[in-house]
């Protein structure tokens, strides 16, 4: 148990529909990464947030927004759903920044018909 | 341009033997690099991670080695274990910039009995 938590763990929905995923980091950490892994692809960096606010971006479609709250929590937006959406959806969280090391959480299934 | 290439893409191994899997990646300027284990459906573990004046560092039975002149990392296991059989991710972080983070798309390792 890496102590991220990220809900809910399975999500079926229907294309143009829009679903917010959400992530808990581990006590004392700052840092909240998310990434898109699709099926037999390797981990696609979406976005990073530090301490609430946005420290660096990656492949993260306009379709998709994310924001961390006070508390540190952070949520993953998508919208406009494609079936190519389809993916395992990531939550890592570190203490700091890039040299420290990332705990991932369980992941959300997302599947889109 | 910034990549990250793994090689083999697949392995199979019998238990109790070695391995060692390769990591070159063009990222610079370079920041660390990690290995991360990952079993199917679930989120990536860390193994190692290594900054430009380590070029070795253990975990268990998990060792990597790094050659920042050569840009090449490997990943040696030894003894391998059933539960040895996973994706295995190098990640390679860049010092600069927005979008620091790089992905190899993984080498696929089962270990058979």
């Known amino acids: 148990d890496s102590g991220v938590t990220q809900t809910p763990k399975h999500l079926i929905t229907a294309t143009g529909q829009r679903v917010t995923l959400r992530c808990s980091p581990r006590?004392?950490?700052?840092?909240v990464y998310w990434y898109q892994q699709s099926l037999d692809q390797g981990l696609q960096f979406l976005i990073q947030y530090y301490n609430g606010e946005e420290r660096a971006k990656g492949n993260i479609l306009e379709r998709f927004s994310a924001q961390q709250f006070p508390d540190l929590h952070s949520e993953l937006n998508l919208s406009s759903l494609e079936l190519g959406d389809s993916a395992l959806y990531f939550c890592a969280s570190s203490l700091a920044g890039k040299g420290d090391t990332q705990y991932f959480g369980p992941g959300t299934r997302l599947t889109v018909l | 341009k910034n990549q990250v290439e793994q090689s083999p893409q697949s392995l199979i191994i019998l238990e109790g033997k070695n391995c060692t899997l390769q990591?070159?990646?063009?990222?610079?300027?370079?920041?660390?690099l990690r290995w991360y284990k990952q079993d199917t459906g679930r989120g990536p573990v860390s193994l190692t991670i290594m900054t430009f004046s380590e070029n070795t560092k253990s975990n268990g039975r998990y060792t990597a080695t790094l050659d920042a002149d050569t840009k090449q990392s490997s990943l040696h296991i030894t003894a391998s274990q059933l539960s040895d059989s996973a994706s295995y991710i190098c990640?390679?972080?860049?010092?600069?910039?927005?979008?620091?983070?790089?992905f190899g798309t993984g080498t696929r390792l089962t270990v058979i009995p």
């Open positions: 006590s004392g950490d700052l840092s």
């Open positions: 990640v390679v972080s860049k010092e600069t910039g927005a979008n620091n983070l790089f």
């Open positions: 990591c070159n990646y063009t990222v610079s300027p370079f920041s660390n």
